[in-house]
């Protein structure tokens, strides 16, 4: 076996640590975690919308510990879907989820005005 040269331990020297701070980079860049609302599939029959919401987000984030601590709350009545607090790069996973319809970034809506032709 040849000794290494000069050239190699120095990429070696340089590089491994580069490649390194570029990982540490792209996960500091994953940005801060915002609130979602996720539409899905229509619930199968006989089973509870928390559970299967719940199956959903974990098959997202990896764990069913991650999704109970990102889901804020379950709807069932007028539309199927939850809303959650993820990082960018978990949304993009929740995305990719079959039962997954539509995502929409939560927003807080707030009138304009209280009074409607004269009613108050």
Request: include cysteine; proline fraction near 10%; charged fraction near 15%.
């Amino acid at each position: 076996m040849k000794p290494p040269t000069a050239a190699s331990v120095l990429l070696r020297i340089v590089l491994v640590p580069l490649a390194g701070a570029v990982a540490m980079a792209a996960a500091a860049t994953d940005g801060p975690p915002a609130t979602y609302l996720v539409f899905v599939d229509p619930t199968p029959p006989g089973v509870p919308c928390m559970k299967y919401h719940l199956g959903i987000l974990s098959a997202a984030l990896g764990s069913e510990d991650k999704a109970k601590a990102a889901i804020i709350y379950n709807y069932k009545n007028v539309i199927n879907g939850f809303s959650a607090r993820v990082t960018p790069s978990e949304l993009e996973a929740i995305k990719k989820q079959p039962q997954v319809n539509r995502v929409l970034p939560s927003a807080t809506l707030h009138l304009m005005s209280s009074n409607f032709d004269g009613v108050s």
